[in-house]
């Protein structure tokens, strides 16, 4: 039994500082995107947000599973796909691809794993809040990362945001253009919690998709969140 209680101590203080630091690497990316001069903090906030889901979480886990191994591939196959996105010529359209597609599963499975965890906790703590932060948050970002690989695989994707025309952008690569990027990145978050002001427009079909699948998973998200919270606030309450 005291085996049993100090391991349980042991792994909560663990689980919180995760949640912090998810919920720090999220804020970081988002600012980023706001001060044009640190631009480049977001690309390695989203490649350190890769590590902490796939491979940090992982050292805590005695025995790692098939799955958990699957899902730290995935991490470093993101992570690789993120920087062979970033360091390609901008016209080279099939870059994206990858990038699209890992980041898309990456961020499905975590955001699955960690309502999974939320629904475990015992209490409604606020650590617990910040993980619950920290996911829809990561929705956003993760939205708007697959959405700047759209734009570049089918450059005009959203509007009036494109990125130049091949005779300014030459043999420049998308890294340096990223400043241009924080503007579909805030349309990310405009489909995510659903206000729509409507002064960025998906034109081609997949972008169109892109944002109500971003608009749905921001409300999914929501709703069971909340669902979850609600119930452990509502049994703490009973309890007393």
């Excluded at 100090?6 to 980023?32: D, N």
């Excluded at 001069?37 to 491979?55: C, E, P, S």
């Excluded at 990223?178 to 729509?196: E, H, K, M, R, S």
Aim: hydrophobic share 50%; proline share 5%.
């Amino acid at each position: 039994m005291v085996n049993t209680m100090q391991s349980l101590s042991g792994r909560t203080p663990t689980k919180e500082k995760i949640y912090q630091l998810l919920l720090l690497l999220c804020l970081l990316v988002m600012a980023s995107f706001a001060f044009p001069r640190i631009t480049w903090l977001g690309n390695l906030g989203y490649a350190l947000i890769a590590l902490l889901l796939t491979q940090l979480v992982m050292l805590h886990k005695p025995v790692l599973r098939l799955h958990d191994r699957m899902y730290q591939a995935l991490g470093i196959v993101a992570l690789v796909t993120q920087l062979m996105w970033l360091f390609t010529p901008v016209q080279w359209h099939f870059s994206g691809y990858p990038l699209v597609v890992s980041w898309s599963l990456l961020v499905g499975w975590s955001v699955v794993r960690l309502v999974k965890r939320l629904a475990h906790e015992q209490r409604v703590t606020s650590k617990v809040l910040m993980g619950a932060a920290a996911g829809y948050l990561l929705l956003g970002l993760t939205s708007g990362l697959v959405m700047i690989g759209v734009e570049t695989i089918l450059p005009g994707s959203f509007e009036p945001v494109g990125l130049p025309g091949d005779d300014v952008v030459g043999n420049s690569n998308v890294l340096q253009w990223t400043p241009a990027f924080a503007q579909i990145n805030y349309f990310a978050f405009i489909c995510l919690t659903t206000v729509g002001f409507g002064d960025i427009t998906p034109v081609h079909p997949m972008a169109r998709m892109l944002a109500v699948s971003t608009g749905v998973a921001g409300q999914l998200y929501l709703a069971v969140v909340m669902g979850i919270l609600i119930g452990r606030f509502s049994s703490e309450l009973r309890k007393h």
